[in-house]
């Protein structure tokens, strides 16, 4: 396609000239959304990536038996094996996928996910191997199965054509469990190794060794389930309530301690590390709570995976909150008051921060330095002067959270507000998982504090504090003490499902044993805003209400309706203007239950939109819309959209320039060879090539 303003010549596919940049189609204008009279939607998955318990059940003989009964008295005696199975399934709200002659495939975890489906197979199993001997036939022999069960991940959905159609799950899991299935012997039931890691101590199993199975390509490693009498019930709901934070009383006496110096003036910065759902989050809820009566300021925000790219992302986000005063929208006039209510020079704060918010600067002051390195180092110098300016009157926790994923010039900003806040009341926190970028900050003078697991009798008192929990019986206790492994989020998790086990103050037992199902069960339940959930999960964590809303075609009053379910649901919460995934698993499991394909499409859609429809935002963020790109395999758009991206970073001297620059060069090796694409990677090999002999555009060697 031939560029019109620069007369190059394109290849088909590409969106943007690989010569100039201009776009070569007329913009595809926003999806229109839904007429007054037709109801509000979500484009939900019409198949799913989970993970499933799948049970083959097969009738012992069956050929033998044909051939001694009559065809009618043999449908009689198929009809009652299939009869007591299908109770027995339902009993344990498995779902009956096809009836294979006499073999019954089963799925537990779909198209509901419980939590503890792995366990639910099992059981459901050996009731089955109790109840069928009890059936015979006409001439009263006694009749016999043999059960196979693997749990692993599957793609569910419909497969056929015409009027033959079903729900089938496609993968290795139901050929597993058939070939197990034919492995066992009279009355038993055959498990694969996954299953018998998710199950529970009450359930006894002997190991039968690895096994070469057909059709398998690595060997299997088999268990037997012994029977050991008892059964467990479905379970029911509870309300959901917030879990107090207990067992990190000496982690918060230390952390007041750090407090009562920055309230002598003494600056400190701290390191809290720990694991995904060790109670880093919680820990803070407490400090603040204890220090809620004194004075004191507050500045959050938190990094994302998606902002990675995106240079001084958590100041950006924290300067736009304080500055628009919670609101979307930002004017060069509230930027210009804010900074002099801190009294700071005007002409050297002002024109900086407005490009770093995406502002046109003010005519009537000085324009920022041209020179990347130069207004790089304004920008610093503007952020950190801001900040400590922030509290001379109070003061100032800044606490930016999950640094693990945080960008470069921010890493280098905080080591150069490390050195200046001695004797500033500002408390800096910094939170995040062990290694990777949380590494970065090794040489940064501060207190580092790595949170544990709880041990037994912290565990223990946190079931006892969650609401309910104090009914659970003491063998219970020590079971969810046993198997959350000490982990805060775990525990509250896997109590709280407990607790919503029908006729769980009978005492039946059931308890479920890894989070992602529990995540997974969650995620089923919220039933008609389960896609809307997958299509936030796109977005990332944390994500704008009207953006979820224009590339779901929802109408502004459906969605703040949905919105209000999943917040008193727990799943999100408001923060700044925007909306969080209160769990980051959470957002995980919700988007990989996407398909593949699917996922693609939702990351095109939601590209388009924010170039077409939110143009301010891809102006100001190009690395958001050239990851969606990326995502969705748009690669000539990807390219186009991560050389502005490194375009823009250069000009402002942020380290993110290289990292921008070197995708887009990746992402050219899936063009085919053309003028286009050599073209392209001419301009990013010499734009990389000026950003490496640019000394200032270096980066930290602690974040190497």
């Known amino acids: 396609m031939r ?66 009964l009559d065809p009618e008295e043999l449908r009689e005696v198929v009809r009652a094996y299939q009869s007591t199975c299908a109770r027995i399934i339902e009993r344990f709200d498995g779902t009956i996928a096809q009836y294979l002659g006499d073999g019954i495939l089963v799925y537990f975890g779909y198209p509901k996910a419980h939590g503890d489906d792995a366990q639910r197979a099992v059981l459901a199993a050996l009731e089955i191997i109790d109840a069928i001997p009890k059936l015979t036939t006409p001439s009263g022999e006694p009749l016999a199965v043999r059960i196979g069960i693997d749990t692993g991940l599957a793609v569910v959905g419909e497969v056929g054509a015409g009027q033959r159609r079903e729900q089938l799950a496609l993968g290795q899991t139901p050929n597993v469990a058939a070939r197990l299935q034919a492995f066992a012997e009279l009355n038993t039931v055959l498990i694969s190794q996954p299953t018998r890691f ?41 309300t959901r309530r917030p879990t107090p934070p207990v067992g990190r009383e000496e982690e918060l006496d230390e952390l007041l301690g750090i407090w009562r110096d920055v309230r002598n003036g003494e ?11 060790i109670g880093k989050t919680r820990l803070l809820q407490l400090f603040f709570h204890a220090i809620s009566k004194t004075s004191h300021r507050v500045l959050r925000a938190q990094c994302s995976a998606y902002d990675r790219e995106s240079a001084f992302a958590p100041l950006v986000e924290i300067l736009r909150h304080v500055v628009g005063q919670g609101k979307s929208s930002l004017d060069i006039d ?11 020079p005007l002409d050297e704060t002002v024109p900086v921060l407005a490009t770093l918010l995406a502002l046109d600067p003010p005519t009537h002051r000085p324009p920022p330095p041209k020179e990347p390195d130069e207004r790089r180092a304004a920008t610093n110098l503007a952020l950190i002067r801001w900040l400590l300016a922030r509290a001379t009157r109070r003061p100032l926790v800044l606490v930016i959270e999950d640094v693990h994923e945080i960008d470069a010039s921010t890493v280098e900003l905080l080591y150069e507000l490390g050195r200046k806040i001695a004797e500033t009341p500002i408390l800096v926190i910094l939170t995040g998982r062990p290694g990777g970028a949380f590494e970065a900050f090794s040489e940064l003078p501060a207190r580092r504090l790595r949170l544990g697991r709880l041990d037994d009798e912290a565990a223990a008192a946190m079931i006892l504090s969650i609401p309910d929990g104090d009914r659970l019986p003491p063998a219970w206790v020590r079971e969810l003490v046993a198997r959350s492994d000490g ?77 209000e379910r999943l917040i008193d649901a727990g799943l999100w919460v408001e923060a700044d203007g925007a909306l969080v995934f209160r769990q980051g698993l959470l957002q995980e499991v919700a988007y990989r239950s996407l398909l593949k394909r699917q996922r693609r499409r939702y990351h095109e859609r939601i590209a388009e939109v924010v170039v077409h429809s939110f143009a301010d935002l891809a102006t100001a963020r190009p690395e958001l819309v050239a990851h969606h790109f990326t995502e969705a395999e748009r690669f000539p758009d990807a390219v186009h959209y991560w050389t502005r991206a490194g375009q823009r970073a250069a000009m402002h001297g942020s380290l993110e320039a290289r990292g921008h620059f070197i995708r887009g060069l990746e992402l050219l090796e899936n063009q085919p060879p053309s003028e286009a694409r050599d073209a392209a990677r001419r301009a990013l090999e010499a734009a990389l090539a000026e950003i490496d002999t640019a000394p200032s555009m270096r980066i930290y060697p602690t974040t190497t």
């Open 198 to 238: 998710l199950l529970g101590d009450e359930v006894f199993c002997r190991s039968m060794g690895e096994r070469t199975l057909r059709g398998v390509n690595e060997p299997v490693h088999i268990y037997q389930v012994l029977p050991a009498g008892g059964t467990d019930t479905p379970p029911a709901r509870v």
């Open 334 to 344: 509230r930027l210009e008051l804010e900074m002099a209510r801190q009294a700071l």
């Open 3 to 68: 560029c019109q303003k620069c007369g190059f010549e394109n290849p088909r596919g590409f969106r943007f000239c690989g010569q100039c940049g201009t776009p070569l189609v007329a913009e595809t204008p926003p999806a229109p959304a839904p007429a007054a009279d037709e109801p509000a939607r979500v484009e939900g998955a019409s198949a799913e990536r989970r993970w499933l318990s799948t049970m083959f059940c097969d009738l012992a003989g069956s050929t033998e038996l044909s051939a001694r």
């Open 267 to 277: 600056g400190r910065v701290l390191l809290i590390e720990g694991e995904p759902g």
């Open 487 to 563: 982990v805060p989020l775990y525990i509250e998790e896997l109590t709280r499902a407990v607790l919503e086990i029908e006729g769980a103050s009978a005492g039946t037992g059931n308890i479920p044993v890894r989070l992602h199902e529990l995540l997974l069960s969650r995620l089923d339940g919220f039933g008609g805003d389960k896609a809307l959930v997958q299509w936030a999960a796109t977005l990332g964590r944390r994500f704008d209400r009207e953006l979820l809303a224009s590339v779901t075609h929802i109408g502004k009053d459906a969605i703040d309706q949905a919105v």
